[in-house]
């Protein structure tokens, strides 16, 4: 039960709203909301139609990453999400540094993990975004092929078109003081 999905190019940063903070394992979560009109939705946005080289990769019971190159059908679109990404990049370090007393531990030897990941493949010259899909009783990740066919993770395959909806969750920061931005994708 999604409701529509801002578009990335139509979302104000400036009316994203840091709203509860929880400590968990040594982590800190700072969950994130959005000032949508006179209302607080989730932040939600669809990613362009990007290539998918590789397979999920488990990395806990119920839990597997995903690596999504930034190549994609429509160079244009992808080239916006880049920008948007970079954008969103630089409004939560410049609201780290505001909130430096609060968020860390210390407010020196911060380091911020961008939302784009640079790669050592050649051929990935944009980088890529990293996603996690989760299966909880809390939450789970939809897995669809064609938009219609529900899929397990373990049937998503390698090299081929996808989209995602994503909600930008939350800011992650561990005990180190190295941070960064917790997408959660929801189909």
């Not at 709203?19 to 994130?32: A, D, P, S, V, W």
């Not at 409004?91 to 939302?115: G, R």
Request: proline content about 3%; aromatic content about 12%.
């Amino acid at each position: 039960n999604v409701k529509e999905p801002f578009l990335f190019e139509n979302i104000d940063l400036n009316n994203i709203i840091f709203y509860k903070t929880k400590k968990t394992n040594g982590k800190r979560i700072i969950y994130l909301k959005y000032k949508n009109n006179d209302k607080i939705d989730d932040l939600v946005t669809q990613t362009p139609t990007l290539w998918s080289i590789k397979k999920p990769k488990k990395i806990g019971e119920n839990l597997h990453d995903l690596e999504i190159p930034l190549i994609g059908k429509r160079e244009e679109r992808v080239n916006k999400f880049i920008k948007f990404l970079k954008k969103l990049d630089k409004f939560i370090i410049q609201s780290a540094k505001n909130n430096a007393d609060s968020w860390f531990n210390e407010s020196h030897n911060v380091t911020y993990l961008n939302t784009i990941r640079e790669s050592n493949d050649v051929n990935i010259k944009k980088g890529f975004i990293k996603l996690k899909i989760i299966k909880s009783l809390d939450f789970k990740t939809v897995l669809k092929r064609e938009n219609k066919f529900k899929l397990k993770v373990d049937e998503v395959t390698e090299n081929s078109w996808m989209k995602s909806i994503i909600q930008i969750f939350a800011i992650w920061i561990k005990p180190n003081n190295q941070f960064g931005v917790y997408f959660r994708p929801i189909i």
